[in-house]
DNA sequence: ATGTGC
């Protein structure tokens, strides 16, 4: 199957539908959420044939959906959302990723850039000491098999309990940094060992922890809810589950491609495997999928400890801590309640590469954000810049409460690392002010500018579509990468 | 994304 420009008819400058009637195994539309320019990016990969495939996924439920950063992912799009009925209809792990919750948290300093220009190359070196990253890489904690388990059974929590954090961030990480469904049993050893030593570490590829610079506020009253504050210092975490995770996605992706055939499912592609969410090995995989996610946020509450402290080495403790604005899951499925046809309607929503973003009046929202919105937090490519939106009350009606999660690369790996010239890169970004730490110059070719889409048109597109707002932009000046 | 592939 080939799918080009004119199988897309628009219905509004931002909205582009493959309808129904497409293919026989369709049972919802596809949706392409994207401004024009956008969809030549996207049209040279697999992803609207992967958008196509997700359309038949058995219970889908509205429409297939992707966001104006999609790109080709295993089975499922990065950047797609499929909502499916629960419990009954379809949970497939191709639709959260191997990384799961993989996410993004905001870190506010009380410091202004302009105070501390000359300070910015030694906090990246100090960041990158405190920091470890890289492909396999361990960090200071070595976890025991009772640690393991009250990690994958608490998440950021257990972080805390252990030092690394005030109790008042958990308030501002979503879900407060625990799934309640997670269960340890569910959880291979192989999984569990690999993350043993991973807590607390980035990894490679797109992960990082950047330091920026407020640079353009665009609603005062959210920003200032917020924390944020043009020319202010704010840090950047990008990771997820590492080893761990991506363990449980293999054993059960393994284990559904053989379940699915007593369950009368058949799908397009071999790598949409799914299961019913209420069958056996599907809960067993939602259980596991949930411990991962705890781990994940766990990793990311020990990274925030790790930047504290460089953070305090260079500007000393007076400066404080860096406060938690929030964080969001870009790799999850989640239980919720959206609209379908008019009704409320229970789904189980996969997002791959996406990003909640629920409007206001949600209780799980820290109370200062409640009436106004889920704070969505979008990271640009290395050198560009990254946004700060909110989530609309639209949302839910539009894409079940979802948004985009990035720029969304429109070249490969390979492609960009043949195209990148690395240490010329490093060199031209500190000449404009952005100290690169990175230990590989691999990971600086697959990781630039050039490989993703422009995050500028993306945002650009969300907005015009009212699922999420802006509310700041920010200027990278120190990154962190493995 | 990932001790880059069964």
Redesign the pocket.
Known sequence: MKIGKHHLSKIEDYLWEIPKSFHKNMLVPARVLAHEPILDDIIGDRSLVQLVNVASLPGIQGASWVMPDVHEG?GFP?GGVAATSHPDGAISPGGI???IN?GVRLLTSTIMLEEVKDKIEALSKEMYAQIPS????GGFLHLTHKEMEDVLSLGAKWAIDKGYGNIKDLAFIENNGHLPDADPSKVSE?AK??GLD?LG???????FVEVDYVDEIYEPEVAEAFGLKKGQLVVLIH?????????I??DHI?IMMTAMEKYGIRVPDRELTCVPFSSLEGQNYYKAMCAAANYAWANRQVITWEARKAWANIFGKDHGQLKLMYDVAHNMAKLETHNVDGKPHALIVHRKGATRAFGPGFSELPESYNLLGQPVIIPGSMGTSSYILIGTSKSHDLTFGSCCHGAG?RLS?TASKKQVNAPQLKEQLKERGIYVQAG?F??IA??APIAYKDVNLVVETVSDAGIAKKVAKLRPVAVVK?
């Open positions: 295993y990065i990723g191997y990384d993989c890289g492909m396999g890489k192989r060992s690999r991973q570490t980035i990894g490679s590829g797109n992960h990771t997820g589950s590492r080893g761990l995770g991506h363990q996605a293999t393994k690369r790996r590989s691999k990971g697959e990781e493995g």
